[in-house]
């Protein structure tokens, strides 16, 4: 059965750092594995879709990575922002076509 | 072009009654889920439709379920509702077929609260 983990579960810095998120599943057996974002009662905005076969995406000051073998991606935020305050969440996807979500990381960006 | 469009935004209901959900995937996507997220327990996945057919569906018991119409639309039915229904609900939508990267698009939710 697979299992995802995110570390940590809470993270606060001041503006203006860069900040790694970590993301762990137990099945490598994936498709793809993507983050999102969820501001506070609201619904999930995708960030990054990694397919099994790729290492990485870039979208503006965001990189994810993807280590299959290993069960590990990470989602690295630069120059953070204010308004990246929000939970960050990472799925997985594999065989039976459903999403299988972590934990969430609540991420808390001081001006 | 419209994202994923879930209604109503907040419903709320008493224990027993019957709550419907409804959701309008992005336009060309043939593939709905439906996501339970309560409170403190994460997102939870419920059902997957596509192209009208029931495919896969969570751990939840039979009085959750749902449909997808022709038009590739869904609505999710709770029966008998309890307590602990009270949630919000994701739908997300993503394209199937050749090139699709099975990335999901989720909606706003809708927001369930049981008395």
């Known amino acids: 059965k697979q299992e995802v983990t995110q570390i940590p579960a809470a993270l606060s810095v001041p503006e203006g750092e860069n900040l790694v998120l970590n993301c762990s599943f137990t099945?490598?057996?994936?498709?793809?594995l993507q983050w999102f974002r969820q501001d506070p009662g609201k619904g999930l905005t995708s960030l990054l879709l990694?397919?099994?076969?790729?290492r990485e995406q870039t979208s503006g000051r965001l990189n994810a990575s993807l280590d299959k073998s290993s069960g590990r991606s990470t989602l690295y935020i630069a120059a953070s922002q204010p308004g990246d305050s929000a939970t960050y969440l990472c799925?997985?996807?594999?065989?039976?076509?459903?999403?299988?979500f972590g934990t969430g990381t609540l991420l808390a960006v001081q001006p | 072009e419209a994202g994923v469009t879930q209604s109503p935004t907040h419903l709320i209901k008493t224990r027993g009654q019957q709550a419907t959900l409804r959701c309008s995937p992005i336009?060309?996507?043939?593939?709905v889920y439906w996501y339970q997220q309560a409170l403190g327990l994460g997102l939870q996945f419920l059902l997957w439709?596509?192209?009208?057919?029931?495919?896969n569906r969570g751990n939840f018991p039979p009085r959750f379920s749902g449909r997808q119409f022709p038009n590739y639309s869904s609505e999710l039915n709770v029966n008998a509702l309890e307590l602990e229904d009270s949630a919000l609900y994701l739908c997300?939508?993503?394209?199937?077929?050749?090139?699709?990267?099975?990335?999901?698009?989720f909606g706003e939710g809708s927001r369930l609260t049981v008395l």
């Open positions: 439709y596509d192209e009208g057919e029931e495919r």
């Open positions: 997300a939508s993503t394209p199937t077929g050749q090139g699709a990267t099975g990335e999901l698009f």
């Open positions: 099945d490598s057996a994936i498709y793809n």
């Open positions: 336009s060309g996507h043939t593939s």
């Open positions: 990694i397919q099994s076969s790729q």
């Open positions: 799925a997985v996807s594999g065989a039976t076509n459903k999403l299988i």
